[in-house]
Nanobody
Framework: QVQLVESGGGLVQPGGSLRLSCAAS????????MGWFRQARGKEREIVAA?????????TYYADSVKGRFTIFRDNTNTEVLQINRLKREDPAVYYC????????????????WGQGTQVTVSS
């Protein structure tokens, strides 16, 4: 059974940086799509970044709203990292790590395993 555990959320000033980590276990992730989603209060869950680990260097996807500021990468065998830079006031949300057995998955319905979420907040 796949388990995903996020860490690294917190309170950050606008323009600041934050690193979110996702420790994955219970599966063979070589062919999985690993993604980060976020859900702000009153809004739908949206994908912000995804990576396919079986591609050389990792094939990545970013939502337009985070391109150039967020970076997704694989830190070690089973840890996925989302590096958030130049945090904006529209970035606060609960961030979720997710795993899909489908290569190139982007829709939340394609992700079968989810972490518990970690809160990212921007200070005023």
């Amino acid at each position: 059974q796949v388990q995903l555990v996020e860490s690294g959320g917190g309170l950050v000033q606008p323009g600041g940086s934050l690193r979110l980590s996702c420790a994955a276990s219970g599966g063979t992730f070589a062919t999985y799509t690993m993604g980060w989603f976020r859900q702000a209060r009153g809004k739908e869950r949206e994908i912000v970044a995804a990576i396919n680990w079986n591609c050389s260097g990792g094939r990545t996807y970013y939502a337009d709203s985070v391109k150039g500021r967020f970076t997704i990468f694989r830190d070690n065998t089973n840890t996925e990292v989302l590096q958030i830079n130049r945090l904006k006031r529209e970035d606060p949300a609960v961030y979720y790590c997710a795993a899909s057995p489908l290569r190139g998955a982007r829709e939340s319905a394609s992700f079968t395993s989810w972490g518990q979420g970690t809160q990212v907040t921007v200070s005023s």
